[in-house]
């Protein structure tokens, strides 16, 4: 049996590989396209397409996903349940629907006046993640110049945004992440000095911390509201309770996150039915240093940078390799992602694997 994680070799999905090829498991990162050459009746395919680099959608592949239906491939995180986790209008639509404690949301239109909200309250793409493009007005006052800066982006004339109370006044969110039945991994976010995202990407910080049993317990419930098998659910504390903010079914985490002492990788292959019982796991610090040598890549020493061009091998004989343009590059330094365009003029985000190699143009084949 082959378990394709579908989307990009990013790093939870190398820690993910890694982990799952120690214990046994035929684990492949494949694009939908490879999945449905690849894969066959009896094999599972995780689909973790993540939000395109541009805010206004998700990475393409969901229409593969019937094909691989048929084929007699297990899926999970399907297209809608995935998809719902990602456009946060549908999030909150069904979150409250449910029943569960969540932020007053709306959705705001392009030409439509804003709706009368509560404040603080922050703007952000229907579509987002790493904290990009989110804004927060403290008062009316502040929403002409934030509804200016939104005008120009492309999300906004595809989608409109997502209006939201601020709620919570501290400046952590704890996140806990589900595998089917199980609360695999969990941990408390805290935004960094000056900012009020908690988003790693931005400078927040990580803390290793065992969640509460009532947090384990609404995550688990949200998830199966929305239908998703593996993904994150980012909690509030309020008023002594928690309140559901969103869901993110591409989530990043790594073993900072680990919950009860267990290794959250390993687990996750019992959560999710993949294997019967997830053996016990510890990984050695070479099987560690694998990880970060796939995620440490460097020119010549010096750390990549915008306009190098990442070159990835064939996988197989007779394969031609990819390349792509680093647009912009973000994460902390050593574990860094990259905003990059491809040959055929896409982009996305990019964690370069062992099968890449990132090259500095000469000034003579530099582009301008």
């Known amino acids: 049996m082959v378990t394709a994680l579908i989307g990009t070799p990013t790093k939870t999905n190398l820690l993910l590989a890694f982990t799952w090829r120690d214990l046994g498991v035929d684990a492949r990162i494949l694009s939908p396209e490879e999945a449905c050459e690849e894969l066959g009746a009896g094999d599972v395919a995780l689909f973790r397409l993540d939000v395109l680099p541009t805010l206004d959608g998700v990475e393409p592949g969901f229409d593969r996903a019937p094909e691989l239906e048929r084929a007699g491939v297990r899926i999970l995180n399907r297209p809608e349940a995935l998809l719902a986790t990602h456009d946060k209008l549908i999030t909150a639509e069904r979150l409250v629907a449910a029943g569960f404690p969540h932020p007053w949301t709306r959705h705001l239109e392009p030409g439509r006046p804003v709706p009368d909200c509560p404040y603080p309250c922050v703007i952000k793409p229907r579509f987002g993640s790493w904290g990009q493009d989110v804004y927060l007005c403290r008062t009316s006052d502040d929403m002409p110049a ?187 330094p050593g574990h860094e992602r990259f905003r990059v365009r491809w040959e055929d003029g896409h982009e996305s985000i990019f964690f370069p694997a062992d099968d890449a190699t990132i090259h500095r143009p000469s000034r003579k084949t530099a582009k301008t």
């Not at 995550?219 to 969103?246: K, N, Q, S, Y």
């Open 146 to 332: 934030v509804l200016d800066a939104v005008s120009r982006r492309p999300w906004w004339m595809h989608h409109g945004a997502v209006i939201q109370e601020l709620v919570g006044k501290a400046r952590v969110d704890v996140r806990v992440v589900v595998a089917g039945s199980r609360a695999i991994a969990g941990a408390q976010r805290t935004a960094a000095d000056g900012e009020w995202r908690t988003n790693v990407t931005l400078g927040g910080s990580v803390t290793l911390a065992e969640v509460p049993e009532d947090a384990e317990l609404l995550a688990l419930e949200a998830a199966r509201t929305i239908g998703i098998d593996f993904a994150g659910v980012d909690l509030l504390p309020a008023d002594g309770g928690w309140i559901v903010l969103e869901l993110n079914g591409a989530v990043d985490f790594d073993r900072r996150y680990a919950l009860h002492g267990i290794d959250p990788f390993a687990v996750a292959l019992e959560g999710l039915g993949i294997v019967e019982h997830a053996p016990a796991y510890e990984p050695s610090v070479q099987q560690m240093e694998r990880t970060e040598v796939a995620m440490e890549k460097t020119v010549k020493g010096k750390p990549a940078r915008v306009g190098d061009e990442i070159v990835i091998t064939g996988h197989a004989v007779g394969d031609a390799p990819r390349t792509a343009e680093i647009l912009e590059v973000l994460g902390e």
